[in-house]
């Protein structure tokens, strides 16, 4: 693409072009041996014409300097999250996707880019769509540590303010802070959630709910489905999380006490709620939707996108939860003057990079690529006015798509026909060997079982050492970890971390979304949020703390809607949150 031409090309090209021409009269005039003559009329019209040009070309100049010095303090303002040099917006209807990658770097996008090239055999110039999209990085510390957290990270989002790790919405002081999602509900949006974790997780939460920490997801779920000191604010919730919303009587229940969330959300709040994959299909990707939905999908985490597409007839994926979203909130705003406000997560990334496990983590970034892929191609066929931006709230694992295996030289390769193999994560081959274990010992058969069954056909690895194979025997709980580093190693994939770190992460938008071209801070990626919508989220966080003390649930055992106040070992605890599913 050609470079754009400065501001008066053409006005200087006709400068030009008229200084040529007195050079060429001069020239003339020399080489005829002939003087100008100043005196006559001629000649003065020529005096003041040059004398006009050159006038308008040091005003043209300063034209140019002065807009030049406007341009950059405005860009200057921007960069640095000020209030009153906020970006244009619609003024009519509007719907606005904000789209979390949850753990996802930049190093993740480099990993699976080439991995698709190599297993698709595409070209080196193929990207993903997120990399046709990409407008600039955020900064992710928290006001704990320079290492964030998903909650202080979403809290950045959804509040447009920092906070501790741990918060959900919440600030350091422990008062609640009103988040964007509230404020669009107040203000007469739509609103949804659709994650692929618990909908009680940390990101989703920040949105529609207010706890000191981030463990209280039984509080969460109450929170979310209308008990609330807002009420209701949140209109189709899909992903994973049903034992938060089940009593501790009923099998698959993980609450605490004995209340059914699931009841109270039809009974008392009004929802649709559907639980199996029979009934996400009777939805029909949004044409046959009552709203408000409450789609719970699995008793804990939907599996990694490697492991589900294996069993595709239990557990919809993001994209399809997506497009469901998108249709029903399109339907339920048609005749509204307002439109809605949707939270996409591709949540399972972050635990990939927490496992160490880089064949689960290109299948969940290709499918986090292909629901925001879908989110374009909604935006691009409605007529409303829409805005897609897409961010993630740190980097996971301290991915680095080389390692240097070999103690003195280090080989400039990674491999990714390594991952191509694979067919199965880390976790869900530690949760067959504990499963294998507890059912049938540690008999004889283990080792073959192991190599041939979990390895050779769940990791496509062929070559499995003695030494691998005994730490896989001898400590079956930390199996998750050693069939992600066996995997690593042989792709030539490194990793500095099992928690998170403190690199920039990429944005991501679509026209509209301007503003946060460049490097910001979380925070105004969450004040862009609000000034998209020309919603008021300070309201929302005036009514909150007016209600801090007189809102109660049913189930607080006395403490206040927010919960307890974290210990310092609760925060310890919060930090260390992610915990592999072996079952």
Known sequence: MAPAEPLFANNRRDSSIHSEERAADEDTALLGGRRKDSGSPLSRASFWREAGLFTWAL??????????????????????GSDHQAPSKPTGKRNLIFMVSDGMGPASLSMTRSFRQLRDGLPIDDTLVLDQHLIGSSRTRSTSSLVTDSAAGATAFSCGLKSYNGAISMLPDHTPCGTVLEAAKKAGYMTGLVVTTDITDATPACFAAHVNMRLEEDLIAQQEVGEHPLGRVVDIMLGGGRCHFLPNTTDGGCRADDNDITKLAQEKFGWSYVDSRKDFDRLELGNNVKLPLLGLFAERDIPFEIDRRNQNDVYPSLNEMAQTALKALEDATEDSDKGFFLMIEGSRIDHAGHGNDPAAQVNEVLAYDAAFASVIEFLERSDDEGVLVATSDHE????????????????????????????NSAEHLAGRLNNHIAQNGKGDKLGKFISEELVRKGLG???????????????????????ADMISRRAQIGWSTHGHSAVDVNIYGTAGSDALRGNHENIEIGKFLRHYLDVDVKAITDELVEKLETFSMSSTAGDSWTGRIPSEEDMEQASNHYQPHHG
Do not use: M, R
């Not at 240097?404 to 067919?423: C, T």
């Not at 050492?465 to 069939?483: A, C, G, M, R, W």
């Open 59 to 80: 005003i043209a100049t300063a034209a140019c300097i002065v807009l030049a010095v406007f341009t950059q303090h405005q860009g200057l303002s921007h960069g640095s």
């Open 396 to 423: 996971t694992g301290g991915l680095s798509v080389a390692k240097q295996l070999h103690p003195l030289y280090p080989q400039y390769k990674w491999l990714p026909e390594v991952l191509i193999n694979a067919s």
């Open 461 to 483: 690895i062929t070559d499995v050492t003695e030494k691998e194979l005994q730490l896989l025997i001898d400590n079956p709980p930390l199996s998750v970890y050693t069939f």
